[in-house]
């Protein structure tokens, strides 16, 4: 999996023939790169929105062969439904998730743009946080007259789309494509069947507030201004619409909300607010409900929000953080949220990804006892180093937990955080090493029969043990790091783990022992000498430091132990 990743819901101009639905979901599919998340057609809409992610590249590749069969397939001309659209493929959006900003994401959405509009003839309007002005950021209003009214808009000079010709194409009409940020669709429940009083806590929340009256809340004159139009107390959260109503199904009303940013106004803060305006209403929060996929980051971010609102260290794996964000924000209350089914990032997951990491500890020791290769002293220095950072992690957190310790918590948290960090760095070395040692086995097995084969692989072979010589480094500067954790929570940590402090940094030093022999080994092969001795000479000083280190909190250790 990539560590930039993109989601794409194009919405396409119909919703009634499964056949042509089926093709241009396929024409996603068969690209690869991308997981195809949600495919959701809507009769009455005559409309069908799919979602799917993945790196950018593949992403963008993606959403051209949607559209091209969507140009193929679908004829505007005799297209009917009841929502807004302009085009058969009538809006496509890109959306950050991970590893990419917006605007790097904006970037994308014009190269896809260019693209259609000169491979498919179809005028492209860009929008959000691609716009080429504030005047076309707002989908309706570049949507507005639909398909029937884009010939005649077109004819507009104030309408020239960003891509393409201002040329009215009968059959596959427009596309609006942009780059926007992830809208979270989040209800919170409530103890009450009233939809009146959800929409009252709704207008407290929302952005947009309430129209303000003159007397009576509900029934009083309206206030105007100069311009005549209603003046509004806005709500209490930026960047978030919201209603009130009753779910038949559930028995119990609801506030729906869209979080249009949610860097703005995260699911956590928009869960606690409702809290509190139901409370001075006299209503409980029971539950809440996310509507269909979110970035992992969403409920990490949430995790650690409410274990500091309890003084607690947020410096747990991310499993454990994913639980607390479902306990505290009642997920569960009327149906199960699976993480492994509603975390995008986990979906995108092959079966293949991080083979070693998936395995039980006892499956791991075997296969490295068996007659393969790989994994090898790479691999275990990584695991190990991993083991070592843990222990200098669980160190920090017993500490921020310690009876009267309370006015520490907050710097063994951080501590705790920063160690989680290099162990999850450390675990994707263990895959990585193993990944680097097969890279150098595949350059080996390369033919060599011609003199074109003979320099390719001679170049392969160079390039793999550079490789497998970085690896090996970055989990010496990795492990390295890790003596920032271990030597603090030996000396001011929770006194009874002393112990597993002292043997956080044996491990710590193992694992820096074992890359070093494996860049050693693998650097043999490396012809480029400047580029070995660099190398050598980051590892030989790496390794120097992490010996002196590593003698120097053991005898700390064992003079407190006794």
Sequence with gaps: MSNQLIECVPNFSEGRDENIINEIAAAIKNVSGVKLLNVDPGKATNRTVITYAGSPGDVVEAAFQSIKKASELIDMRTHKGEHPRMG??????????????????????????????????????????????????????????????????????????????????????????????????????????????????????????RVKRIGHPVLGELVLDESG????????????????????????AQISMNLTNMHVTPVHIAFDEVVNKATERGVRVTGSEIVGMVPKSVLIYAGKYFLKKQKRSIGLPEEELIRIAILSLGLNDISEFNPQERIIEYMLESDNHNPLNKLTIRTF?????????APGGGSISAYVGALGVS???????????????????????????????????????????????????????????????????????ADANIY???????????????????????????????????????????????????????????????????????????????????????????????
């Design 88 to 209: 058969a493929t009538d809006v496509c959006p890109l959306i950050p998730l991970a590893g990419i900003s917006l605007e790097e994401t904006a970037v994308w959405s014009k190269k896809l743009a260019k693209r259609v509009a000169d491979e498919l003839n179809i005028p492209i309007f860009l929008y959000e946080a691609a716009a080429s002005g504030p005047e076309r950021s707002n989908l309706s209003v570049i949507r507005e007259g639909e398909y029937e009214g884009l010939e005649k808009k077109l004819k507009d000079p104030n309408w020239k789309p960003d891509f393409g010709k201002a040329e009215f194409n009968a059959k596959s009409g427009a596309t609006v494509i942009g780059a926007r940020d992830f809208l979270i669709a989040y209800n919170v429940n409530l103890n009450t069947t009233s939809t009146r009083i959800a929409n009252a806590i709704a207008f407290d929340v929302r952005e947009q507030g």
């Design 229 to 252: 139009e209603p003046v509004r107390i806005p709500g209490t959260l930026k960047s978030v619409k919201a209603i009130g109503w009753y779910i038949e199904e559930y028995g119990l």
């Design 365 to 373: 020791a075997q296969l490295t006892a068996s007659d393969s290769p």
């Design 391 to 461: 222990l200098g992690t669980m160190v920090a957190n017993l500490s921020a937990t310690r009876r009267g310790w309370e006015d520490k918590t907050e710097y063994f948290s951080d501590m705790a955080e920063k160690g989680q960090a290099l162990q999850e760095k450390l675990l994707a070395l263990v895959d990585e090493d193993t990944a680097a040692f097969n890279t150098v086995m595949n350059a080996f097995a390369l033919p060599k029969a011609t003199e074109a084969e003979i320099a390719i692989r001679k170049k392969a072979i």
């Design 468 to 562: 497998a010589s970085e690896v090996p480094l970055r989990v010496m500067e990795t492990a390295f790091k890790a003596f920032e954790i271990i030597k603090p929570m030996v000396i001011e940590g929770n006194p009874n783990s002393t112990s597993d402090g002292a043997v956080g940094a044996l491990c710590t030093r193992t694992a820096m022992e074992g890359a070093y022999l494996n860049i050693r080994t693998n650097a043999s092969g490396i012809k480029d000498e400047t580029v070995k001795s660099s190398i050598l000479e980051k590892a030989d000083k790496l390794m120097a430091e992490g010996r002196k280190l590593e003698e120097e909190i053991m005898g700390i250790a064992v003079g407190k132990i006794g």
